[in-house]
């Protein structure tokens, strides 16, 4: 009789108690296989509509990977994590100017109805049109196409199920809270490493902090079953906010950078006025107290 049917021997009410909650790494590589699945799909559906919508879908799908690619290395069996989040990170690349283009279009509503906009709209819609191209010749090719066959391979077959883990019970959180407490304090310690002296920061500063954001934004929604949904929901709000108050700057020096493009191909008197505010005193003010709201938050996984 082996220790575990000695011990059910011994305390027969053993017997009829709750299954033993999974490792830690086992539920971390059921995040990362749903995850893998979320991405092929998506490189499936932006290929075939070519829409912003599938584009920023697929972009978000593929930094929840390479968030947990970071955050739950140390779980995973594979060891080849740093090629595969290099692979990811190529991917993201070919779809960054389909993404800035579709961003500069909609913020700055150029359309074609107005002819005040026409000229502008139709070379910004051209620009966009190119970049689609590029980004389908990346899901065609063959790098691509091995990178999708490694994910398929991740998440069993094509057609398993992508979703994330249900709400954990509280009994099985209990046992995987200290290794997700773990993971969200790495996100949390680099935001704010990076967040120091906000009012100095620079552009590219600014991006890397947005960046941290968005892998603690992602590996908290990843987690947030092992949580009370309203202790993880004002964190997640926080989140967002600080992370929506940094995109609207990178957004506006982007979009800067486009207009440029455009009075490159058109001359600079046939581009319609575009918004030249990058980060004024209005969206700094606006930054900076999304942040301190943020920094008077509790993490949730230490309440």
Wanted: proline content about 5%; aromatic content about 6%; hydrophobic content about 40%.
């Amino acid at each position: 009789m082996d220790a575990r049917a000695g011990a059910a021997a011994r305390h027969p009410r053993a017997a009829g108690r709750q299954p033993r909650p999974p490792a830690a790494g086992t539920l971390f590589r059921q995040i990362f296989a749903a995850l893998a699945a979320q991405v092929v799909a998506g490189v499936e559906t932006a290929d075939r509509s070519g829409s912003a919508d599938a584009i920023h879908q697929l972009r978000i799908d593929i930094t929840r990977l390479r968030t947990a690619l970071s955050a739950f290395a140390g779980f995973l069996p594979d060891h080849r994590a740093q090629r595969l989040g290099n692979e990811l990170k190529w991917l993201m690349h070919g779809l960054a100017a389909t993404r800035e283009w579709d961003v500069f279009l909609a913020e700055q509503n150029l359309t074609p109805r107005f002819p005040r906009h026409g000229t502008s709209a139709a070379a910004a819609a051209a620009c966009r049109a190119q970049a689609l191209e590029q980004a389908r010749a990346v899901f065609h090719s063959h790098r691509c196409g091995a990178l999708l066959t490694r994910l398929r391979a991740m998440h069993g077959h094509p057609g398993a199920a992508s979703v994330l883990p249900p709400r954990t019970s509280h009994h099985a959180g209990d046992s995987l809270r200290p290794a997700a407490s773990v993971v969200l304090r790495q996100r949390l310690r680099e935001v704010r490493q990076r967040g120091r002296h906000l009012r100095g920061l620079r552009r590219k500063e600014l991006h890397r902090l947005r960046m941290s954001l968005k892998r603690l934004r992602y590996a908290s929604e990843m987690l947030e079953p092992l949580y009370a949904h309203r202790r993880v929901q004002p964190y997640l709000t926080a989140l967002s906010e600080l992370q929506g108050r940094l995109g609207v700057i990178q957004d506006a020096a982007s979009g800067r950078a486009l207009a440029s493009q455009l009075k490159r191909r058109l001359g600079k008197h046939r581009v319609a006025a575009v918004d030249r505010h990058g980060a004024g005193s209005g969206k700094q003010r606006k930054l900076r107290h999304a942040w301190h709201s943020f920094r008077r938050l509790e993490p949730f996984w230490e309440t």
